[in-house]
């Protein structure tokens, strides 16, 4: 499967962004999905993770009440919808995807990802 994600761009603190990310190849509902961030200087994180079928969703502790993640498999593309944004998520936010049947927390627990979309916050 190939993974587009889009969406990023400049905003306020207290903004929002939706990121989408959009799957080709094959079919997303055979896939969990995670999205991951990366600072400048940092390791990539765990942002949120949502189960094949969109029953169960996670996030990290640093977005809940804040971010939230779906997904159509009809259109074969999950979202993530990104409110109350700081200046501390900016980063390059990727999505990933696994034929597994529960999300993990991990970047080693995806097989397949994005190539970034860049999401600024100023303040």
């Known amino acids: 499967v190939q993974l587009q994600a889009s969406g990023g761009g400049l905003v306020q603190a207290g903004g929002s962004l939706r990121l989408s990310c959009a799957a080709s190849?094959?079919?997303?509902?055979?896939?969990?999905m995670g999205w991951f961030r990366q600072a400048p200087g940092k390791e990539r994180e765990f942002v949120a993770g949502?189960?094949?079928?969109?029953?169960?969703?996670d996030y990290a502790d640093s977005v809940k009440g804040r971010f939230t993640v779906s997904r159509d498999n009809a259109k074969n593309t999950v979202y993530l919808e990104m409110n109350s944004l700081k200046p501390e998520d900016t980063a390059v936010y990727y999505c990933?995807?696994?034929?597994?049947w529960g999300f993990g927390f991990r970047t080693l627990d995806y097989d397949y990802w994005g190539q970034g979309t860049l999401v600024t916050v100023s303040s």
């Open positions: 949502i189960t094949r079928s969109g029953g169960s969703t």
């Open positions: 990933a995807a696994d034929p597994s």
């Open positions: 190849g094959r079919t997303l509902s055979i896939y969990v």
